[in-house]
């Protein structure tokens, strides 16, 4: 991040050079005041074919860079280097060109070669770091100095590394001591909407947007405060005012457009435009996997997230999600203890302490590793952030009847309205458990009987008849057992649980716990079962009755 600051140092138009006499270019001072690398590049393009001259091509490699157009501006400078009059300063231009094109090594050679300057350390700094050398990134940051390049080299570092706080600390501070240096109030909001303070991070993205209201890349730091803390619809309108960057040839954010684009219109084009920016922006693979993962997709997620390299939080709870749909997909107990490891990996990290993701993370550890009564410590935490959130009453009613907590576990499962949890065998076993062993089995015989039938039907009906027989509320279990029946009728084992069943609401109808017209139900339910038991057995029970008097 900072290293886009430092290099927005223009080649300067004195005697940067003893070689090097910059005059001013009249055209293409109106082009950098409008920012408009675009228009400038076509003008300087134009004059190095008339006039080629180290003026020239400095300018042309310096608007590249600006425009998002690395490549081309690593290029320009490769071929400066080739020159015997070339600025040694070059070597560092160029160092700044493979960083933004991830080439931290190729940067770290040509820079290690280079006379000690501020710059150069800068680079190094984060050719360091970006290898994860911790000894030399030590070394490098000891070097650094009071002068504000410096701070800000230091505030992008600990901003890669997730300390967002300490970052938007030397922000502040200097932008309080250079309040001329607009850059920091987008380097700032982007602390602040890393730390999910969207409405701090808007504040500052729109300061901004006060002097440069086209700028691409706050246009799309508010697209997405606004994604935060409004709705998706909103946020793409908030991201139209730089469609002219995405149908631009100007490289600079263009892929960044494209792809919250995509991310606000709720995956719309995702499979036509993430997959050729995974090796440009980070979030397009996670992006990708969160599509696939919403689709049920676990093979595809699984494939576009084994590349992924673990670089936070965010990486560890997409790997978990991944490995938990495909470890209950497949049944595969291998893979679902990969998912409990990476949850925890993400309830423990300095990002996610503490916060909602965090716990649900840990919630989701523990729940993975039958520790369902310290689950709902975690769970109990942040309900009222979720109560209206299918996925959450789904996990969190689920972690309830586990600790035979019924009656709070049919309240929060009957919550759940979304398709994609209703049509599970296991949420309707689970709402079907809770309301019977609530003393509620006339919902749950309710609601099984409203679901229409599929592969899981009889599963559900079973376990709803042997629940309601455990709890003695023989009638509705005597309702599901005879389902089973005509389901399959050649089962001896539905029918004797059916004939069970009736008697025992025989039995309860006797002691004045079930009503006649539930005793005449089950009577006709067995008078018309095709096995010759059942109807004797009918025939037994209703002249019993009747000579008893209990029913006419």
């Not at 050079?17 to 408009?36: G, M, S, Y």
């Amino acid at each position: 991040m900072s290293l886009q600051l430092f290099s927005r140092l223009r080649p300067s138009r004195t005697k940067a050079h003893p070689r090097l006499k910059v005059d001013k270019i009249k055209e293409l001072d109106e082009f950098l005041e409008a920012r408009d690398y675009t228009g400038a590049l076509a003008t300087l393009e134009h004059k190095q074919k008339n006039e080629p001259t180290l003026q020239n091509s400095m300018w042309l490699a310096y608007c590249a860079y600006h425009g998002g157009m690395y490549q081309q501006a690593a290029n320009v400078y490769e071929s400066i280097l080739k020159q015997k009059d070339a600025p040694p300063e070059v070597n560092l231009y160029l160092c700044c060109c493979y960083l933004m094109l991830g080439l931290a090594d190729e940067a770290m050679k040509i820079a290690e070669k280079q006379p000690k300057s501020e710059l150069q350390n800068q680079i190094l700094l984060h050719c360091v770091y970006k290898n994860q050398d911790s000894k030399k990134t030590g070394y490098y940051h000891s070097l650094l100095t009071d002068s504000v390049e410096d701070k800000i080299c230091y505030a992008s570092i600990n901003f890669q590394r997730g300390f967002y706080t300490e970052a938007a600390d030397v922000y502040r501070q200097l932008l309080n001591q250079n309040p001329e240096l607009l850059a920091l109030h987008i380097y700032l909001a982007l602390c602040y909407y890393k730390s999910d303070y969207f409405d701090e991070a808007l504040e500052c993205t729109q300061n901004y947007l006060a002097v440069y209201p086209d700028s691409p890349t706050a246009i799309n730091l508010e697209a997405s405060c606004v994604y935060r803390t409004d709705s998706p619809k909103t946020a793409q309108m908030v991201l139209r005012k730089a469609k002219h960057i995405a149908e631009s040839e100007l490289n600079f954010a263009k892929e960044l457009i494209l792809h919250n684009t995509v991310v606000f219109s709720g995956g719309d084009a995702a499979l036509q435009t993430l997959p050729s920016l995974v090796s440009v922006i980070p979030e397009a693979t996670r992006n990708l996997v969160i599509y696939y993962l919403k689709r049920g997709d676990g093979d595809s997620a699984f494939e576009a997230a084994n590349g992924m390299e673990v670089k936070n939080s965010t990486d560890n709870l997409l790997k978990a999600l991944v490995f938990v749909l495909l470890g209950y997909e497949r049944k595969q107990p291998a893979n679902i203890d990969h998912a409990a490891q990476y949850f925890k990996l993400v309830a423990e990290s300095h990002e996610e302490e503490n916060t909602i993701v965090g716990r649900l993370s840990m919630a989701s550890y523990l729940c993975i590793t039958k520790q369902y009564k310290q689950s709902l410590v975690y769970y109990d935490s942040i309900i009222n952030f979720n109560r209206d959130d299918d996925r959450f009453n789904f996990n969190y009613g689920q972690a309830q009847l586990q600790c035979e907590n019924y009656v709070i576990a049919a309240d929060v499962l009957q919550r759940v309205k979304d398709n994609r949890f209703t049509v599970l065998p296991v949420y309707q076993m689970s709402l079907c458990r809770a309301y019977i062993r609530s003393k509620q089995s006339s919902k749950a015989w309710a609601f099984v009987s409203a679901q229409p039938s599929t592969s899981h039907s009889a599963m559900v009906l079973k376990l709803m008849a042997n629940d309601c027989y455990l709890m003695e509320d023989y009638y509705y279990a005597a309702l599901a057992f005879d389902s089973l029946c005509r389901r399959d009728p050649r089962n001896e084992l539905h029918s004797a649980g059916k004939r069970g069943a009736c008697m025992g609401v025989l039995q309860l109808f006797v002691s004045h716990k079930a009503d006649r017209e539930q005793l005449m139900s089950v009577l006709r339910m067995l008078e018309q079962d095709r096995e010759p038991e059942s109807i004797n057995l009918a025939a037994k029970a209703r002249k019993w009755a009747t000579e008893a008097t209990l029913i006419a």
